[in-house]
């Protein structure tokens, strides 16, 4: 698969998947003549299941923005599949 749809299906954008690619953090991938970057779909089996949720504020006026933010990535995980294994 080209390295755009391997950014999909990490969720991340395509330049955190080409960084990753350019640090050798993708099993496998390689790059075409051409420019084109595939990941090998065993790469992609091997994505975690597991996320830890972390959230911050700039400041402690925002505390109640904690409790949100925690809720909205948890939504989000369990959308996506991932197994929360701790929210911090």
Known sequence: MKLS????????QYRTAWNMYKRGEIPGAYQLPSGTIIVPEESAAELPDKVAIYTRVSSSENKDNLDRQAKRLEEYSIARGYQISKVA
């Open 5 to 12: 749809a391997y950014a999909r299906i990490l969720g991340v």
